[in-house]
């Protein structure tokens, strides 16, 4: 099966993004991939939370979801859009990061809500606070295809190795890591963390990314690592993104899933343990 990663340097305008995106699933049908992945927040990367509730819609009436189900439907594509950020039900107003799995009848057939938020201070010029604009979500998915059973997840997720065994243990095969990761964790972290949940799980992972510097028409400024990443079940890169947006391949075989879980089988070898206490002082 042939996976594209769609590399993006969206902006805070989602009529501009769609464009993009839809020119790139239109490269990665030509490219012959059954299954192609955009990075999180396909439709709106913006830090003003007043631009993002002008321009954002609940999922039932996104204008980025419904072109992006035609879409999948008219190239016949698995679509994973990495994540849309939409408005939800939530009492305080926030908004949900959510990834969508879209058939190639244009059907939505699963969707997961983020459930870890990125509450970090980088550094003094570096500060994040997804909680205040978006509602965690608080239910791990797994979604079965054709090709693959799919563990779902969103960037700051990857830090978070109990979920991934859980999907992989729920029977996931390929995990999903759509990101806009910070530049300066971005070269730090974002590959070995990648490979680390390949290697713990026997998964192929597929981390699709926001790169570059955005543009904004109001808020802060922000930029994106870049680096999409295709890893095989045994840790090895197949395919890097590089700092550009573009398309990149890789070509996965199932039968590699069973292969590395066979060699080290961890996902079977839980053993129960106390957990431990803080020491008295």
């Known amino acids: 099966m042939r996976a594209a990663l769609i590399q993006m340097n969206g902006s805070d305008d989602p009529a501009e993004n769609l464009t993009a995106v839809c020119r790139a699933l239109a490269v990665a049908a030509q490219g012959g991939a059954e299954f192609a992945l955009t990075p999180e927040v396909t439709n709106c990367i913006s830090t003003s939370r007043h631009r993002q509730g002008e321009v954002l819609h609940p999922e039932c009436s996104d204008p980025t979801l419904a072109a992006l189900r035609e879409e999948a439907a008219r190239l016949g594509l698995w679509l994973l859009i990495g994540s849309l950020a939409v408005k939800s039900d939530d009492s305080s107003g ?21 459930i870890h938020m990125f509450d970090v201070d980088i550094s003094a010029q570096e500060r994040f606070r997804e909680s205040e604009g978006y ?12 090709f693959a059973v799919l563990g779902l997840s969103i960037c700051y997720d990857l830090r978070f190795a109990a979920l991934y065994r859980s999907l992989a243990q729920a029977g996931a ?6 990101a806009a990761f910070s530049p300066t964790t971005g070269v730090a972290h974002w590959r070995p963390l990648l490979q680390a949940r390949a290697i713990e799980t026997g998964c192929y992972v597929l981390a699709p ?16 690592h870049g680096h999409s990443l295709v890893v095989s079940p045994w840790g090895e890169v197949l395919a890097d993104g590089g700092k550009n947006p573009g398309v990149i391949y890789a070509d996965l075989d199932m039968a590699e899933v069973e292969k590395a879980r066979a060699r080290v089988p961890s996902l079977s070898h839980d053993r129960p343990f106390t957990p431990p206490t803080i020491p008295s002082t």
């Open 94 to 114: 926030r908004f949900a990061n959510r990834s969508l799995l879209i058939g190639p009848d244009g059907a939505v057939a699963a969707r997961y809500d983020k």
């Open 135 to 146: 509602r965690p979500g608080t239910r791990a998915v797994v979604a079965r295809t054709p």
């Open 173 to 178: 095969q390929v995990l999903t890591v759509p």
């Open 209 to 224: 990314a926001q790169c570059g510097a955005h543009r904004a028409s109001r808020g802060g400024a922000r930029s994106s």
